[in-house]
């Protein structure tokens, strides 16, 4: 990394760290780790580090005409990596016509700067110069020719849009417009502490719009930093998108009930369900450092949760592999089942996505799911619910999953929302997301 040279507070700086960003994206990272990789290997103050982040997020969600531009633009792919990189991240910047961050010539001069810094590139800065130039001069004609392929034209993989075409035939534009567009910044209002009109109405006091979008959900006009939204420290409100925010009302909790929340990281629906009601709950989660986010925000929220690392799809220790039982065979009265799945309906909030998966991850993915949600089901009392979630738009892991795992256990299906699409509106506003209850048999 070769950021050193460059002022933290130049654009050169953030277009130079966004485009390692992309690189790694490329290479198979997700986005937030490929960040937090440059972030500890840099001494980027926060505002730099704020401005590489929205200009990586920006040019996944712009990654489709910056790749079509520069097949126009360029005779073969820039080489090395990083170098298509920052092409990619300036392209992005300057074909973001609607709303453009900074003025055509400075995104051109930065971008030579940021290639000339690295040794890696410096050799490329008068090819870096000619083909940004060289759009700006033909921008009118190269921007429609780029828009010709479904990739150039959604900013998605063509293996995506035509899935999202055949599942959503009357819908699928709006899915994928939603997409693009950056996410606001939803709470959910810790009703132990508080009334929603009542935080609404601190919000206000302090100088900021919100507007109410769910039973407990608000959306900010304007996001920012969590730690200035006023009452966050003190638990009055956590970050969670409002479909998200369905799940622990869903589960109808009571006082005392044993809850197992599995694939329980970070915890936003582990902090919810201790909002609604005093359980025992477990809170599982396969990989011991998201753990600890989990009990960040508990200890915010001030609740207690048992915290457990472990594979859903094993537990008991009559039928796991050896180090894999976590359950200790007490039955639970309601389950959380947030099963792995390609995320497809998140994706405004994570646009590297569509990029990291590969089409054959739906069935494996479901495969995997199937088989957490046949071991939870072992794990629930008779009379017990469990509420399947997916935050993905394939039936193959919301629907049919559901379909079949009823079919396969004999579950009696209760009413649930099913999938919901992503949306905004002036009413609404929430991510793609799937809910099945179920409810086991008595005995």
């Given at each position: 990394m070769t950021l050193a040279s460059l002022k933290p507070d130049s654009l050169a700086y953030s277009l130079h760290g966004a485009?390692?960003?992309?690189t790694e994206v490329r290479a198979g990272t997700a986005l937030p780790q490929a960040l937090a990789r440059i972030f500890a290997h840099t001494d980027a103050p926060p505002q730099a580090r704020g401005a590489m982040q929205d200009l990586a997020y920006l040019t996944m969600r712009k990654l489709g005409v910056a790749d079509g531009l520069l097949a126009l633009l360029a005779n073969k792919p820039p080489q090395p990596e990083v170098l298509h990189g920052l092409l990619c991240c300036a392209l992005s910047l300057l074909a973001n016509t609607e709303d453009p961050a900074y003025d055509a010539f400075t995104v051109v001069n930065q971008a030579v700067e940021a290639a000339a810094a690295d040794p890696e590139m410096s050799h490329a800065k008068g090819v870096v110069n000619a083909i940004l130039r060289r759009f700006l001069r033909e921008h009118e004609n190269?921007?429609?020719q780029a828009a010709k392929t479904p990739a150039g034209t959604w900013?998605?993989?063509?293996?995506?849009?035509?899935?999202?075409?055949?599942?959503?035939?009357?819908?699928?534009?709006?899915?994928?417009?939603?997409?693009?567009?950056?996410?606001?910044?939803?709470?959910r209002?810790?009703?132990?502490?508080?009334?929603?009109?009542?935080?609404?109405?601190?919000?206000?006091?302090?100088?900021?719009?919100?507007?109410?979008?769910?039973?407990?959900?608000?959306?900010?006009?304007?996001?920012?930093p969590v730690m200035q939204i006023p009452g966050f420290a003190q638990g009055l409100a956590s970050v969670q998108d409002a479909a998200a925010q369905l799940a622990a009302p869903?589960?109808?909790?009571?006082?005392?009930?044993?809850?197992?929340?599995?694939?329980?990281?970070?915890?936003?629906?582990t902090g919810h369900l201790l909002e609604c009601a005093d359980l025992?709950?477990?809170?599982?989660?396969?990989?011991?450092?998201?753990?600890?986010?989990?009990?960040?925000?508990?200890?915010?929220?001030?609740?207690t949760a048992r915290l457990q690392s472990g594979d859903a799809r094993f537990g008991a220790a009559a039928t796991s592999p050896p180090g894999q039982a976590w359950?200790?065979?007490?039955?639970?009265?309601?389950?959380?089942?947030?099963?792995?799945?390609?995320?497809?309906?998140?994706?405004?909030?994570?646009?590297?996505i569509r990029w990291l998966r590969r089409k054959s991850d739906t069935a494996q993915l479901a495969t995997l799911s199937a088989q957490i949600l046949d071991n939870l089901w072992q794990m629930l009392k008779p009379d017990g619910k469990l509420l399947l979630v997916t935050c993905s738009l394939w039936p193959q892991e919301s629907e049919q999953q559901a379909a079949a795992f009823a079919k396969r256990n004999h579950a009696v299906r209760l009413p649930a929302p099913g999938q919901l699409l992503p949306v905004v509106s002036?009413?609404?506003?929430?991510?793609?997301?799937?809910?099945?209850?179920?409810q086991k048999p008595g005995a």
């Open positions: 485009a390692l960003a992309v190269l921007l429609p900013n998605y993989p063509t293996w995506w849009i035509d899935r999202m075409q055949a599942a959503w035939p009357n819908d699928w534009q709006a899915i994928l417009r939603v997409g693009n567009v950056p996410p606001p910044l939803s709470l209002v810790n009703r132990r502490k508080t009334s929603v009109a009542d935080y609404i109405q601190l919000l206000h006091t302090n100088g900021m719009a919100a507007t109410q979008i769910g039973p407990a959900a608000v959306r900010l006009e304007k996001p920012l869903l589960l109808d909790v009571r006082d005392g009930m044993r809850v197992l929340d599995a694939c329980a990281a970070p915890g936003g629906k025992d709950l477990l809170a599982l989660d396969h990989d011991p450092k998201r753990l600890r986010r989990i009990e960040e925000n508990l200890q915010r929220l001030q609740l359950w200790d065979g007490q039955p639970f009265d309601r389950i959380l089942a947030d099963i792995p799945c390609t995320a497809s309906g998140i994706v405004r909030r994570h646009p590297d002036d009413e609404t506003d929430h991510d793609g997301l799937f809910y099945a209850l179920f």
